[in-house]
């Protein structure tokens, strides 16, 4: 092969692994869009005011309203767990941890990272979910289970994350700080995490992110009522757990598919409104 | 007398309080003892999901198919599958996350950066949505191993590809312009200079895709997976069992009887995460 056929050639590949990626985005959002027409067309605004979701019964009801709130209020409550422990978690390991034991701990971390939901599930369902029965909780499977679950999910994830954007502000910055007399934990949450809030903020984002999108654990553990739960020991489904529970045993075109379809649409749209918040706390942090 | 002694360990006390050095010391105990009833937390969660399933490892658990209603027999299918499904999509994801890893390091294109950005935060189920809409209904695929690396290649190309990148990227200015100072082509920079050096990342990423192609459900169940096979797989385009989706299936929908085999499930999934991870690691740590 001669030296400019080779060229073309390589340049011939990576353009089209340019253009696998950028079509699989906009084929994505085409699919989700094309699939889920016939819902919009049909139930029409009903899939966003009602609470109503009955999509087996005889008229079925196709009301997701209660599926996105609950979507949401497991990504805020989530959130609100995970992140001031990570955030305390990883103050500890960048101010005080030795370098050993900082690395041993964010192995363990990497590890959790690896472990797949359904594990996770499992394990709380086999080992957890039986405790709320001798406490005399109705419902074995709730919102307080899920967020546990949850929580062992994504600790990982913002621990690292703000972790490193902790080690990424310069030295000097803290010594400056402590010439100033101010005390470790002083400079490390006043000082230090200030200059690295914006990559925090990053955390936070891809955290709520990869809670939203979650589905085995919410599926599993959260217990699968259609209706936005009271108390934290309610059970709940969220609109990740309909899609993966309901597909399989539904007729592929029918108007039931077609409205989880349109689920998958709102979800997809709140994780490119998450990555792109991600991305314009990064990009104004740059400048 | 009594007066005074309360008096005088009031204000050591007080003093001790205030002492920043004091204070300093007092947070640092806290947050060592949080961070460490955590790390306490995780390792427990490792050690549940691992050891009450290993006793019921045993020749027949690895070599027969599930019998009698999930309640007997094995896992084979479920492995054979994950393993297939699992090597299939890194045949596909690994080339072409490396290439297109290459455009965004190499290439200063902002909208590629953001298409790959937007995709690694799409979530797992959505991905399953489109598997099963495009690959499985409009191709014609049906619930099959096919469709199913399809969809998981996808969804770990974003992984791969900005691996690529962090570690291409990072590769000083000076070298590629030493190669071109001889008269290299930029294709020829990539591919023969930039490539060879970032190979051993590539390795590392391949094992972290590993992990994550294994574990993930979601996808699985609207694409490739079926509950039940009676058929061990005979073509690309044969539905499968998979570990991950049958535990999924023993958890949702199996009594007390199908337990142990769910907890069999578990402590193979967690210990092939365990060890993709440690070599991953091990590659990682060989390149530092």
Known sequence: ?287 | MNENTNFSQEVTKRARKSNPVNKGMRSKVTLRVITYIFAALILSLFLLALIPGIRYWNLDFFTQAPSNGMTSGGIFPALLGSILLTLLSLAIAIPLGMLLGIVLSEYNLEYIRFVVTILSGIPSVVYGLFGLGLFCITLGMRTSILAGALTLALMVLPVISSSVYETMYAIPRELREAAYALGARKSEVIFEMLVPSVKRSILTVSFVAAGRAIGETAPLILTAAVFYATNLPTSLLSPVMTLPTHLYFLSASYGKNARWMAQGTTSVLILFVIVVYTIAFAFRREKK
């Open chain 1, 1 to 287: 092969m001669n030296r400019s056929t080779k060229d073309t050639l390589r340049k011939t590949l990576l353009t089209v692994s340019s253009l696998i990626a950028i079509s699989a985005v906009f084929g994505i959002y085409i699919y989700l869009i094309k699939e889920s027409y016939s819902a919009f067309q049909q139930v029409g605004a009903e899939l966003f005011v009602s609470d109503q979701w009955y999509p087996v019964w005889d008229p079925p009801e196709f009301g997701m309203r209660a599926m996105i709130i609950n979507s949401l209020m497991v990504t805020l409550l989530g959130s609100l767990i995970v992140v001031p422990f990570s955030y305390l978690i990883a103050i500890y390991l960048h101010g005080y941890a030795k370098p050993r034991e900082k690395e041993m701990i964010r192995r363990i971390f990497e590890y959790l990272a690896g472990v797949p939901s359904v594990v996770i599930a499992f394990v709380l369902l086999a080992f957890v979910s039986p405790l709320f029965a001798q406490v005399g909780i109705y419902s074995p499977q709730n919102l307080l289970l899920a967020l546990v679950g949850l929580f062992f999910l994504t600790i990982p994830i913002c621990t690292t994350l703000i972790l490193e954007s902790l080690d990424s502000v310069p030295k000097q910055v803290e010594e400056a700080s402590a010439a100033l007399g101010a005390i470790e934990f002083r400079t490390y949450t006043r000082v230090t995490s200030k200059a690295a809030l914006p990559g925090i903020m990053n955390a936070i984002v891809l955290t709520a992110n990869r809670i939203v999108g979650e589905t085995i654990v919410v599926l599993l553990l959260g217990g699968g009522a259609a209706m936005i739960p009271q108390k934290l020991t309610d059970p709940m489904k969220t609109l990740t757990a309909a899609i993966a529970s309901e597909m399989p045993e539904t007729a592929k075109g029918s108007l039931h598919y077609s409205s989880l379809f349109a689920a998958g649409l709102v979800l997809i749209l709140f994780s490119t409104l998450f990555e792109v918040v991600s991305i314009a706390i990064l990009r104004r942090n740059k400048r």
